[in-house]
């Protein structure tokens, strides 16, 4: 069972438009949610992180909404640019790290 | 940034034969991470490693799969022996603690033939 859950798989904004990804997760005990951004043929890099006792997070144009009683955090990207284009994944503090399946994120100018 | 290091980027090693994946952690970190990923597709834990143990470890790290550390010299993944089924990127991370950043290499692509 998938601890941790995004949608949508993929989505294509254009340049200047806010996109949106979604995040949810099953146990009630994680506490730390890091988005890591993934270039193709690169390894994963952190990109924000927010933790439970927060329900916001910024960092310039990356924002994290937090819903702690719903188990639902979402990434909303304002302003995309091209070189947002790149694959982002949820992951919450179990086993090290786990990781959601990924939302494929393209930004079209 | 620091920086994970990941030896070698691409390897092709013929069914049933051992393979080691070799990484350099960032110097200061003290936790350290295995991954592996499947065609660009979800990031899939295979063991963390602190201290000189493995800490956890998932399903997916078989019998065959070893983590060590010797000597505080690179941080290795050995499979033996290996099976078509594990062709992936294995990504390396580490991390200073726990719930702080992780930082990932940039994978080993291993090609079982």
């Known amino acids: 069972q998938q601890q941790v859950r995004q949608s949508p798989q993929s989505l294509t904004v254009w340049e200047g438009e806010t996109a949106i990804l979604n995040c949810s997760y099953e146990d009630s005990t994680f506490n730390y949610f890091p988005w890591y951004q993934q270039f193709p043929g690169e390894g994963p890099a952190l990109l924000i992180s927010?933790?439970?006792?927060?329900d916001k997070k910024e960092d310039g144009r990356f924002t994290i909404f937090f819903n702690k009683r719903e188990k639902k955090l979402s990434l909303h990207i304002t302003d995309s640019q091209p070189g947002d284009s790149a694959t982002y994944f949820c992951?919450?503090?179990?086993?090290?790290?786990?990781f959601g399946l990924g939302t494929r994120v393209s930004v079209f100018p | 940034g620091p920086k994970v290091l990941q030896i070698p980027s691409h390897q092709i090693i013929d069914m049933g034969q051992m393979v080691t994946l070799n990484c350099d952690p960032v110097?200061?970190?003290?936790?350290f991470y295995w991954y592996k990923q499947i065609l660009g597709q979800q990031m899939e834990f295979l063991v963390n490693?602190?201290?000189?143990?493995?800490?956890?470890k998932s399903k997916l790290f078989k019998d065959q799969f070893s983590v060590e550390r010797p000597d505080g010299s690179y941080f290795t993944l050995k499979i033996q022996p290996t099976a078509l089924e594990d062709s992936a990127v294995y990504f390396c991370a580490s991390s200073s603690g726990l719930n702080t950043e992780v930082f990932f290499g940039k994978g080993t692509r291993l090609t079982v033939v």
């Open positions: 110097s200061n970190h003290l936790y």
């Open positions: 992951a919450a503090n179990a086993q090290g790290l786990t």
């Open positions: 927010i933790s439970s006792v927060s």
């Open positions: 490693f602190y201290n000189g143990k493995v800490m956890e």
